[in-house]
């Protein structure tokens, strides 16, 4: 219900973006850039994981999908590190804890564990997570 009430109250901004537009039905114009944003992958990726990252660099909108062992995690770690590279926030939310473990487990390894805060299950501790949060 907050949620609700809150696009409510903010439709006129919420209106205007663009992804919201697209969603809507909007036709959107192909903005063709030959500026790529710098990369900072810290775990090993191929070319297909390389796009992927830039895309993600580069404030493309796109679904990563592919089946167990395919890289996803190494991909979702490397398009973190990039955007935390950029001074950006990041919010990376999946349905599988192990998705999130893992990709936790590769930020640790590349020492970039103190820009993560875990937050999952009803196990969560709220006090610990408001500290990590100040940290």
Do not use: W
Not at 98 to 117: C, G, M
């Amino acid at each position: 219900m907050n949620m609700y009430n809150d696009l409510l109250l903010n439709k006129e901004i919420v209106i205007q973006n663009k992804n919201i537009r697209a969603l809507l039905g909007e036709e959107q114009k192909e903005e063709e850039s030959t500026i790529n944003q710098p990369i900072y992958p810290v775990v090993n990726c191929d070319s297909s994981q390389l796009e992927a990252i830039q895309f993600a660099a580069n404030g493309k909108s796109f679904c990563l999908q592919g089946p167990p062992g395919s890289g996803k995690s190494q991909t979702i770690t490397n398009i973190i590190s990039s955007l935390l590279g950029s001074g950006k926030k990041i919010l990376f939310v999946s349905e599988k804890i192990a998705a999130l473990k893992v990709v936790y487990e590769n930020l640790r390894r590349a020492r970039l564990n103190d820009f993560a805060v875990e937050l999952h299950s009803n196990k969560a501790n709220k006090k610990e997570f408001i500290e990590n949060i100040y940290k």
